[in-house]
């Protein structure tokens, strides 16, 4: 059940989801849980019950790299088991301590949190008695980019527009962060940044190992301001792994996303992102 079936962001949520021409283009929901041994075996099991639905599956070791007296020194590596579905655009990346379920394609937010709670169905059952989960986040990434004559400064509310500063310059770079306790217990960090360069995307989860948006590979003019606005919200709270907990709690942190998304951009740029891209 909904825990806020009435509220604005939650319907609104579900229509963003359905815009023609969308900014969206990267959501995540992330378990952070107690380690679990065995998880270079336990990951098969996992793959094999969803498999119908996700057939590609590949590994990836990451070296920890630390520094001693000035010198580089190779530490633990860390295993990740990444599991796609056929166009890969939507999959999961499996650790010894974390589950994440990441989308390029996302639909609605019901449509993605129906297919979450299958994948945890399908995960909790390969996991040991005791585990508990630490943690919980909901990422969105939405990239602003000039639409049918729309700015990226008229695409945002006010208070996150460019400085006008011409007697200075041309700008070419903005980054903002602000930090919000919420009211469902979490911490919401939205960053907006604003560039005439490509390096917008953040780089703690781009690149992915899913095949990027269409929104990615639209034609930039040189020097041309493009925009980015990622949610990430997180509730750190431990917990048994009882699904429908799981999953209420993302339902949470989802509406107060949507409901950030709203409140961040203008009703001109949503009308925009309702039509169909030329």
Known sequence: MDPFPEKKGDYVANALGQMLNAPLIYVLAQIRFSHVPRM???WEDFHEKVFESYPKAETERI???????????IGDSIQRWHIKNDSCRTGMIVAADSLTFHTTEYETSRVFTSELEKVLQAFVNTLPDGVRVTRQGFRYVDLLQHEKGLTVDKQVIETLRLPNLAAIGEPRRMEQLVIYET????????????????DLLPADIFP??????P???RERLENQIAGLLDYDHYVEQEQPFEIDKIVEQFRKLHTV?????INTTTEEARAVWQKESN
């Open 183 to 198: 009211p469902v217990g979490g911490t919401l960090i939205m960053r907006h940044r604003q560039s005439a360069t490509q």
């Open 63 to 73: 070296e920890q790299v630390g520094f001693k007296d000035g010198q580089a020194v």
């Open 257 to 261: 996303s949507s409901e950030a998304f």
């Open 40 to 42: 270079d075996k336990r």
């Open 215 to 217: 929104r990615l590979r």
């Open 208 to 213: 992915t190992k899913l095949e990027s948006a």
